[in-house]
Each structure stands twice: as C-alpha cells, then as structure tokens.
C-alpha cells in the first residue's frame, strides 16, 4: 500500500521500514532534476523536517519527513544520476528508507483517493 503527504512525497510501508520518494505530480512540477541531497543513514527525523533538497533547473526544493523516524538507507544511484528520479518517481526513484517507531502513524497519510482530491484542489 502507498499513502502520500501534502508536501508531495510517498511512503510505503513493509513491516516497520518506510520507502520514500517523490510524486511524479513533484518531479513534473520541478522538470528535470540536476542534484539531489540525501540524509546520512542514522539520523533521527522528525515528521515534516526538512531533510533531503532536490535541485532541477527550475528550482530548488526541501524533502520533508513523512514521519518521525531514523533513517536506515539511502538510494545512492539517485545522487549519481538525478534524472532517475523524473524517469521512475515511483520506482527505482525512491530517497530513503526510514525505520518508524509507530508503524501505525503510516495510517494517518493521504490515501489515493485523498491525494488525488490534494491535486484536484491545486489544479
């Protein structure tokens, strides 16, 4: 299952371990990315801290924590080559992995449906 923030990021979950990554509604808002900076493994984050940056040549923005938690493993193949992200968002694109104290807390993100009404409202 995938649930998704309002700052555009997705997290699935398997077990107690979340994979992140952006929507492919924010990579075409951002167009082609040119660097992308991951957190280091370990580190504890809090849930809508700013935590990795992606830059394209558009623009340069945060990528926030989905939720409290440490991170546990990063998509070094994203920082060697950020167009991956634009070509699978949703796939080999991912960020990070972050092992979370409150799986449960998963349940509170947007499901599909109340993402898609999020960029119902933004169009």
């Known amino acids: 299952m995938i649930r998704f923030t309002k700052d555009h990021e997705w ?3 398997d077990g107690t371990t979340a ?10 808002a951002l167009g082609d990315l040119v660097f992308v900076e991951l957190p280091e ?3 504890e984050v809090t849930e ?8 394209s040549v558009k623009a340069a923005s945060d990528v ?4 409290t938690g ?3 493993e990063i998509n070094a193949a994203i920082v060697e080559d950020p167009a ?28 599909q449906a109340g993402y898609d009404a999020l960029l119902a409202e933004l169009a």
Do not use: C
């Not at 809508?48 to 830059?55: H, L």
């Not at 926030?64 to 939720?67: G, H, Q, S």
């Open 11 to 13: 997290v699935s979950l």
């Open 19 to 28: 994979t992140v990554g952006i929507t492919t509604h924010a990579q075409d």
């Open 41 to 43: 493994p370990g580190r």
């Open 48 to 55: 809508a801290e700013g935590i990795a940056v992606v830059e």
């Open 64 to 67: 926030y924590a989905p939720l």
């Open 70 to 72: 440490r991170i546990t």
């Open 84 to 111: 991956l992200v634009n070509r699978d968002p949703a796939g080999a694109g991912w960020f990070f992995k972050m092992e979370l104290p409150d799986p449960a807390a998963f349940n509170t993100l947007l499901d």
